[in-house]
């Protein structure tokens, strides 16, 4: 075997030997990445069914009025056992603490959004930490975390 080979042996060994790792080197790593992830990952998470039931009944309204521009957009969520809901979307920065929802008296939670023409993804946070879609909305986005998002388009945009 020539000096060359046994060089490239010595490294081979070297390189196949076993790196010693600390035990709870898995929970560092997975405890950092959640901390750093944006709030967004919490989107995976759903409440129990009855208010994944609750949010079927969920709609989005468009009101115009003829010959007027839109008098903005009204965002509501069924949710009678919720604590708090806002709406989140691109066009809050995705901000809970922007939008917040009022409830009524029959558990329906509602607020009105001045928005522009234009298309909008949006969600609901419930509670401040289950990010919850738009069942009814026309359609649905997946966002870069593979969470659903809801889409509303503004009349008069040109898209």
Do not use: C
Not at 36 to 53: Q, S
């Amino acid at each position: 075997m020539s000096e060359h080979d046994e060089g490239i042996e010595r490294i081979a060994r070297e390189l196949k030997r076993a790196v010693p790792v600390s035990p709870d080197l898995d929970r560092r790593v997975m405890a950092r990445v959640l901390a750093e992830a944006r709030p967004a990952r919490a989107r995976t998470r759903w409440l129990g069914m009855g208010l994944a039931a609750a949010a079927a009944l969920a709609g989005v309204l468009i009101l115009t009025r003829p010959g007027r521009r839109p008098a903005g957009v009204a965002f509501s969520l069924v949710a009678p056992r919720a604590a708090s809901v806002a709406v989140v979307g691109d066009f809050n920065d995705w901000n809970p603490k922007a939008t917040p929802l009022a409830r009524t008296r029959s558990g329906t939670w509602e607020v009105r959004v001045p928005l522009g023409p234009g298309q909008y993804n949006y969600a609901f946070v419930v509670n401040g930490s289950n990010w919850v879609p738009d069942p009814r909305a026309p359609k649905v986005a997946v966002d870069d975390f593979g969470s659903p998002n809801s889409v509303i388009t503004v009349a008069g945009a040109s898209l």
